[in-house]
């Protein structure tokens, strides 16, 4: 089934690839304190590593435009959509700086 007792859940569907536009540098740099903010480590750069508050993902972005959240792992009581819905709150709120 893909469950395990462990606490974890390694993804593989559902949580894949979680698509941004329109991110420029200024939404870029607003995404990332805002995870840090929210108990996320963010590696520097513009790809790398997200871990925190129960999630590990990987993110690329293109320096321009395009970012993508892949999650790799999550607790088990964290559903990809929340996670997904998280992102996309901070993405709105970027947007409107």
């Known amino acids: 089934m893909g469950f395990s007792m462990t606490g974890r859940k390694i ?6 690839g979680v698509r941004f536009k329109n991110v420029t540098p200024e939404v ?12 996320i480590e963010v590696q520097s750069g513009n790809s790398g590593m997200l871990e925190g508050n ?13 970012l993508v959240i ?4 999550r607790s088990l009581n964290t559903y990809c959509g929340q996670v997904s819905g998280k992102l996309k709150a901070f993405w709105r709120e970027c947007q409107g700086l």
């Open 54 to 66: 129960g999630i590990v993902a990987h993110f690329s972005w293109d320096g321009e435009a395009n």
């Open 70 to 73: 892949e999650i790799k792992e």
């Open 28 to 39: 870029f740099s607003c995404m990332k304190k805002k995870l840090q903010d929210y108990g």
């Open 11 to 16: 993804d593989t569907e559902g949580c894949q």
